[in-house]
């Protein structure tokens, strides 16, 4: 195989995401070590990890799939508490602090995808407006369902479950997993930023495989022309089912990640405006573009931070800077000027290919 054909358009767009995250890692490491990173900074990096992933299994439903999803902070929250309930039900048993991450991950993207397979079932037979409003509703209901489950461990070892009202069995001296309204406290903080860099690693790996197999050009074809791809024998229903699933796991998997990064964690932090938060990170990103989602997701999840001494108007800046960059990523004169502009490189390159060629 030539060098000219492996380093296809596709490959080389995949391997630079793949660079940017390692360079980023490295370099945040560096900085880190020399004791150059403020504390603050310390402690959004876990949940920049977590944001980028969430961004990044979005874009897939989003930019590859073509479909709207205003509830994607619903499968986070489910991968949130059942990362969280496993780690809890498992740390005596699961000694090694990434092990445990690693089963806990794995759990909550098991059960978001399985969440995914039964939301997905009704849900993926609509389309447009319809389908943004379900998922819409997906969301509140599942912060609604987290805000009134109790799960708890009684003395005896016996899993007691309550929706609403705490079980009786779950008397004092008993493991509470899920505390109702109260979520859920005393949680170990196992997620490191490795992890997060390594679940980024991971999710670009499964998406960018996908997008270029059978499946990822069935997808496709599909969000381009339903119509045409059900005449070809394409099963729309199938095949929209697995991007659909594979974007939910992902997303729990995120959810585990974040939650447990933090000692207490609640359905709250999971709610419509999470949802919308990721929706944008996409948008501004590109849609099917992954490394602009991982740069909007870095950036934006910084910018409120970085704009913290400025208290007062700190939302309000961060308001007009989402505006302007909206507005600039997407005016045709200046799509039209990094166009010229990729153009000239792209004739620079192929006139010194010619001359190192004669």
């Known amino acids: 195989m030539s060098t000219k054909k492996f380093f296809t358009k596709d490959r080389v767009k995949n391997l630079s995401a793949y660079l940017l995250v390692i360079i980023a ?4 490491q560096i900085i880190s070590a020399g004791g150059g990173l403020p504390s603050m900074y310390k402690g959004l990096l876990v949940p920049i990890c977590a944001y980028v992933v ?3 299994s979005l874009n897939l439903t989003v930019g590859i ?11 986070m929250s489910v991968g949130a508490f059942t990362g969280v309930a496993i780690s809890i039900a498992l740390r005596d048993s699961i000694t090694a602090p ?18 995914g397979v039964i939301i997905g079932i009704p849900v993926l037979r609509l389309k447009g407006d319809y389908l943004a409003i379900v998922t819409l509703a997906f969301g509140e209901i599942i912060k609604s ?6 799960l708890g461990i009684d003395p005896e070892g016996v899993l007691r479950i309550g929706l609403v009202n705490k079980p009786e069995e779950l008397i004092t001296g008993s493991k509470m997993l899920i505390n109702g309204a109260l979520g859920i406290s005393g949680v170990q903080k196992i997620s490191t930023f490795t992890a997060g860099v390594i679940l980024i690693i991971v999710s670009l790996i499964l998406i960018f495989n996908t997008v270029n197999s059978r499946t990822g050009r069935a997808v496709m074809a599909i969000r381009d022309n339903r119509i045409a791809a059900e005449c070809v024998g394409i099963n729309v229903t199938k095949y929209k089912m697995i991007a659909f699933v594979m974007s939910a796991a992902i997303a729990g998997a995120a959810g585990t990640l974040y939650s447990l990064n933090y000692s207490t964690i609640a359905a709250s932090k999971f709610d419509f405006n999470t949802s919308i938060l990721i929706l944008v990170f996409v ?14 997701a870095t950036v934006l999840t910084i910018l409120p931070e970085a704009l913290r001494e400025f208290a007062d108007y700190r939302m309000l800046v961060y308001a007009i800077v989402l505006i302007i960059i909206m507005l600039v990523t997407n005016n045709p004169t200046f799509k039209m000027f990094a166009e010229k502009i990729r153009s000239s490189l792209k004739k620079k390159k192929n006139k010194k290919t010619v001359k190192e060629g004669n």
């Open 98 to 115: 990434w092990l445990l991450l690693l089963v806990a991950m794995v759990c909550g993207a098991i059960m978001a995808a399985l969440f």
């Open 145 to 150: 369902l987290f805000t009134n489950l109790y």
């Open 25 to 28: 890692y490295v370099v945040v």
């Open 283 to 296: 948008v501004l990103g590109g849609q099917g573009n992954m490394i602009g989602s991982i740069i909007a």
């Open 65 to 75: 799939l073509g479909e709207l999803s205003l509830g994607h902070a619903g499968f």
């Open 54 to 56: 969430m961004a990044l």
